[in-house]
């Protein structure tokens, strides 16, 4: 087992305005696995997302991620948690607005010392012809792509991304999608996508449902569907 949740709980707010975010969380996700949390929107997935990416704090329960208790760790710590296990995906992007496309995905790659060529990642994602671009100059698909690129230059253990989809059309979508399927096949990478969009659940090991801040239900995909049989 690669990543466990155990009774985990959040909270955000204080006094009257305090409310339960995340109500005794608890599952586990196997190393390489393609995890994909569903579930509406408010019901949790990115809390619990941020939570596993050492990005919000866990109020209560424990999150163990290869080994490590993250609610043990110092925020220094953590901080070394994220650069040396994690590429994250953010769903508004977060790029650096005064480096190019390419500098963004180098700094993926400097903070790793096993990145992906660099190269290689720019071609995969349509994104050569866009690489001296700085980001106000992108469409939110390229913002996206080379959100993607900058995560998986670290060519991370566990790559958690939050609707990574979202801001794609369908072909490029489905390009990213095949991409974290190869990063989980070839590379034995942990994949968790959240997003509210169902159709993806066929491409995953594992399906978790989200709702009211709690986990409804999982559910296996013996044949996890490849991307290009998929439809969407
Ligand atoms: P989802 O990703 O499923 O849409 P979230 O995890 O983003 O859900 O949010 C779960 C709940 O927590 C929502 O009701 C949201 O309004 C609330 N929430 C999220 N972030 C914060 C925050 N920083 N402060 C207060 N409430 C928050």
């Not at 155990?6 to 006094?15: D, L, M, Q, S």
């Not at 586990?28 to 050492?54: A, D, Q, W, Y």
């Not at 993250?70 to 994250?88: E, I, P, Q």
């Not at 509210?196 to 978790?208: E, F, G, M, R, T």
């Amino acid at each position: 087992m690669y990543l466990q949740l155990e009774n985990v709980e959040k909270y955000y707010g204080e006094n009257e305005n305090r409310v339960q975010v995340l109500k005794g969380v608890n599952g586990s996700i196997e190393r390489g696995e393609i995890c994909v949390m569903l579930g509406p929107s408010g019901s949790g997935k990115s809390t619990l997302l941020n939570l596993i990416g050492g990005i919000e704090i866990i109020d209560y329960g424990n999150v163990i991620v290869g080994g490590i208790d993250l609610a043990s760790l110092s925020k220094t710590k953590l901080g070394l948690y994220r650069r040396d296990t994690l590429g994250f995906v953010f769903q508004f992007y977060h790029l650096v607005p005064n480096l190019t496309v390419k500098e963004n995905i180098e700094t993926g790659a400097y903070l790793s010392k096993t990145p992906l060529a660099v190269e290689t990642l720019l071609d995969k994602l349509g994104l050569k012809e866009h690489c001296n671009r700085y980001p106000n100059q992108l469409s939110g698909g390229q913002q996206q792509r080379t959100a993607i690129g900058r995560a998986l230059a670290k060519n991370p253990k566990l790559l958690l991304c939050d609707e990574p989809t979202g801001a794609l059309d369908y072909q490029t979508g489905k390009q990213i999608l095949s991409i974290l399927q190869s990063m989980s096949r070839e590379n034995g990478t942990t994949v968790i996508i959240v997003t509210h969009n169902s159709a993806l659940a066929p491409i995953a090991d594992k399906v978790i449902y989200m709702r009211d801040a709690s986990i409804e239900r999982i559910e296996f995909n013996v044949h996890p569907k490849d991307i290009e049989n998929l439809e969407y």
